[in-house]
């Protein structure tokens, strides 16, 4: 699953847990896909950090 499609599948299910709650399935779901999500920010965010060069101490 693309990052996208990750978070149009999070979007959707915030907004059927806004309008009409969500089971024990979709709550399990939304837990994973947000941990999925997390991971990726943090992975990209050390990617980040680890290109950074410092030039005058």
């Known amino acids: 699953m693309n990052i996208d499609e990750l978070?149009?599948?999070i979007n959707e299910l915030a907004r059927k847990q806004k309008n009409d709650g969500l089971n024990e399935e979709e709550l399990a779901?939304?837990?994973k896909l947000r941990e999925i999500?997390?991971?990726n920010?943090?992975?990209n965010f050390r990617a980040q950090l680890?290109?950074?060069e410092?030039?005058?101490k």
Do not use: F
């Open 29 to 31: 779901e939304r837990a």
């Open 50 to 52: 680890n290109t950074i």
């Open 54 to 56: 410092i030039v005058d």
């Open 7 to 9: 978070v149009a599948r």
């Open 37 to 39: 999500y997390l991971g």
């Open 41 to 43: 920010i943090r992975s």
